[in-house]
């Protein structure tokens, strides 16, 4: 089993031959840049294509998951999609659940790029501590997915009546995510990005938020 994800292979291996080939054809320059100058171009190198997913240039991916398992080396939880991207929940260090994102392209999925990933926090008055809430989408997107984690759940079913101002309801995943203090259970609604005054209601009762879905 690979230790590092495919992903972060590719991209050494591409490192290695490109260190390879600009010190056989450029050996003259190096040899005035000295060691220390060719080895910080290298690792500037490095860092540029670490955050460039070229290979969606000549390949999609056939689900968001293979993605994500390609980027990351792990197994999604689940995923939550729309026509045009799709969301995959996934936990982190046992201590809480992370989303990833995941653009669609034709028939095929993409690795997502580090600026085009519209994914941001929601920040929820205090009384609402043991829940968080994100605001995903991709640039452009016309629909956007709330989901709201709820944390220290001490049994396998949540107590809150999630709704916002659109009518909607929340739906609760399949997933349970056990964490070192109680349970996380996740909640989630797509919507329209362009819905405006957009607020959330648990049970019954309006949160006090600012809450952009663009």
């Not at 490109?18 to 290298?42: E, N, S």
């Not at 349970?176 to 607020?199: F, L, R």
């Amino acid at each position: 089993m690979l230790i590092m994800s495919m992903y972060m292979f590719v991209r050494i291996f591409v490192t290695a031959v490109f260190a390879l080939v600009a010190f056989f054809v450029f050996w003259k320059k190096i040899k005035k840049l000295k060691l220390f100058g060719y080895l910080i171009a290298i690792s500037l190198f490095f860092a540029v294509i670490s955050f460039l997913p070229f290979e969606n240039v000549f390949y999609k991916f056939d689900s968001p998951e293979a993605a994500y398992k390609y980027q990351t080396n792990k197994n999604p939880k689940e995923v939550i999609s729309t026509d045009e991207f799709s969301v995959v929940m996934y936990q982190r260090n046992n201590l809480s659940v992370a989303t990833y994102i995941s653009d669609k392209s034709g028939s095929g999925w993409k690795i997502p790029f580090v600026f085009n990933e519209q994914g941001k926090s929601i920040d929820l008055p205090y009384e609402y501590h043991n829940l968080s809430a994100r605001v995903c989408r991709t640039f452009g997107s016309e629909k956007s997915i709330l989901v709201i984690a709820e944390y220290f759940v001490e049994d396998t079913t949540s107590d809150l009546m999630i709704t916002d101002s659109l009518g909607s309801e929340f739906t609760v995943t399949s997933n349970i995510y056990p964490a070192e203090e109680g349970n996380i259970i996740v909640h989630y609604v797509i919507v329209d990005s362009d819905a405006k005054d957009y607020k959330l209601f648990i049970n019954g009762i309006k949160v006090e938020a600012v809450i952009n879905l663009k």
